[in-house]
């Protein structure tokens, strides 16, 4: 998973919630409700991460040429390491990795069912737009998380190389012929919307995450620091448009 730009420009500040902050993994989950909220940041995560695998997998059945299906097939690598070292985290803190991912499976099963690309261009665009906005929202999060688990989170959020080659790729197709570009647009606009729709139902459905999100387990992290979280998320969102050469 990636953000190419980390681009939410100002994320929530982690010194905005010093008793968690602050804290390792060993001190904080003593909270049974801030240990609750990890266990499924790091499920929803590791599923995301499986999820990516297998559709980057598929992609590169798409790719037109040779040289295209290795570089997503070392992608694929990489967000599958990424699922490893999440999974690893889950049982060293005696969380079984399958039902920690269980109750986030169908959510994202249903968007990758409800967003499947019709051609290699739209998978680019959605690996590009869609995975980009998760890894947005999981940033933010990660500003509240104990030290320990913060480190895991934003190292697994590390760029694949996907979000330049995504770039490269769509720039090249619009410049060969400029109808491309209106179609595509379009697909992203729907990819914003339903990634948003997708997280925030994950969250609602979650009341360790919400938790976290809205106060308690998070000081300080109002419903207003949410509004606003989502603001940055959607600024970011018309940055990777601008980078693709679509429009918001």
Do not use: C
């Amino acid at each position: 998973m990636e953000t190419p730009d980390h681009a939410t420009d100002t994320p929530a500040d982690p010194s905005a919630t010093p008793q968690i902050a602050t804290q390792d993994w060993a001190t904080a989950a003593t909270d049974p409700q801030y240990r609750a909220a990890v266990v499924d940041l790091l499920g929803a995560l590791a599923y995301g991460e499986l999820a990516a695998f297998e559709r980057l997998a598929e992609d590169a059945k798409l790719a037109p040429t040779l040289g295209d299906k290795a570089e997503l097939a070392k992608m694929a690598a990489a967000e599958f390491h990424h699922f490893e070292q999440l999974t690893e985290r889950l049982t060293a803190v005696d969380e079984e990795p399958t039902a920690a991912m269980e109750p986030f499976a169908k959510a994202l099963d249903d968007f990758h069912r409800q967003t499947a690309p019709s051609d290699w261009l739209e998978g680019l665009v959605k690996a590009y737009v869609g995975d980009s906005i998760a890894s947005d929202f999981y940033r933010e999060v990660a500003a509240r998380l104990d030290t320990d688990t913060r480190s895991l989170v934003l190292s697994v959020l590390d760029d694949t190389g996907h979000g330049n080659f995504a770039v490269e790729k769509v720039r090249a197709a619009i410049e060969a012929d400029p109808r491309v570009g209106g179609r595509l647009a379009l697909w992203a606009r729907r990819l914003m919307g339903e990634a948003l729709s997708q997280a925030q139902r994950v969250v609602a459905d979650r009341d360790a995450l919400s938790t976290m999100l809205v106060g308690g387990v998070a000081d300080g992290f109002d419903l207003a620091e949410v509004g606003r979280m989502f603001s940055r998320i959607t600024e970011a969102h018309t940055k990777r448009m601008a980078a693709l050469g679509l429009a918001a």
